[in-house]
């Protein structure tokens, strides 16, 4: 594998948007009385070469989030060489779980117990537990997947007990088009319900919420974890396939 030059383009290109985003988090995070360290930047590299994923591993950058399942698979196998750590941030087909199961450290997108009793059954004994992030279907954009609310106890209290997993919290996914109110209403209507869950015995340390158009509401409402695409790589139109 090639190592890339300090002073390509492509790396100053992308060492100047984590820094500007770095930036971002870290006013966000103070904003929320939060530190910096309490957030992760899971980067969403889909539709974007392994270059560009080279380029930001170089700078530091150790989550990558990807959400087709072929393409994952291509780039991890062309990158071989780092140690990064792989989120598959997709809607999960029963039919794509084993490739999941058997390559990502993360699964964020479960929303239905069949697909948990297979990513256990699939994932391989010699491999860390998979972390997994429950996707909350959220009153506003059902289309998205997601388990509804009232049906996330059941569903987790399930989960929780498989083995090769490990529950870690929980996930969603906002509509484009809302308000900065707005947003932050519906990320924290997802951090009180993985409140709830943890005062019912469930020990989830995860909230997987904020994309490139939402993740300072987020942050405001208690996100670990970012999925940030644009705001990193660009726009996915402008760049050839993986
Ligand atoms: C594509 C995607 C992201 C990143 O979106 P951006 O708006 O480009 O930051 C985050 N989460 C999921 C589930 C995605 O599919």
């Not at 062309?78 to 140690?83: I, R, Y």
């Not at 994932?123 to 009153?139: D, E, G, I, K």
């Not at 904020?210 to 996915?236: H, K, N, P, Q, Y």
Request: proline share 5%.
């Amino acid at each position: 594998m090639l190592t890339l030059p300090q002073n390509s383009p492509i790396t100053d290109g992308a060492a100047a948007c984590l820094h500007r985003l770095r930036a971002r988090i870290a006013a966000a995070a103070t904003a929320a009385g939060r530190t910096e360290q309490s957030i992760t930047v899971v980067a969403v590299s889909k539709g974007h070469g392994t270059a560009a994923i080279q380029a930001l591993a170089q700078l530091g950058v150790e989550h990558f989030g990807e959400s087709y399942l072929q393409e994952a698979l291509a780039k991890m196998d062309a990158l071989a060489g780092l140690e990064l750590n792989w989120h598959f941030i997709g809607r999960l087909q029963a039919n794509k779980t084993r490739g999941v199961a058997e390559r990502f450290a993360w699964a964020h997108g479960v929303d239905r117990l069949r697909i948990a009793e297979r990513l256990a059954a699939q994932r391989p004994h010699r491999a860390p537990p998979l972390n997994v992030c429950l996707q909350v279907q959220l009153a506003a954009d059902a289309d998205r997947g997601g388990i509804p609310a009232a049906q996330l106890p059941a569903l987790a209290a399930s989960v929780a007990v498989l083995p090769r997993l490990r529950l870690r919290g929980l996930m969603c996914m906002l509509p484009e088009g809302l308000s900065t109110a707005a947003q932050r209403a519906q990320f924290e209507s997802v951090h009180a319900l993985l409140l709830e869950l943890n005062r019912g015995g469930a020990q989830l340390d995860t909230l997987s919420m904020g994309m490139s158009g939402d993740f300072e509401a987020a942050i405001a409402a208690g996100a670990t974890l970012v999925r940030i695409g644009t705001a990193l790589f660009g726009s996915r139109n402008a760049q050839p396939g993986p």
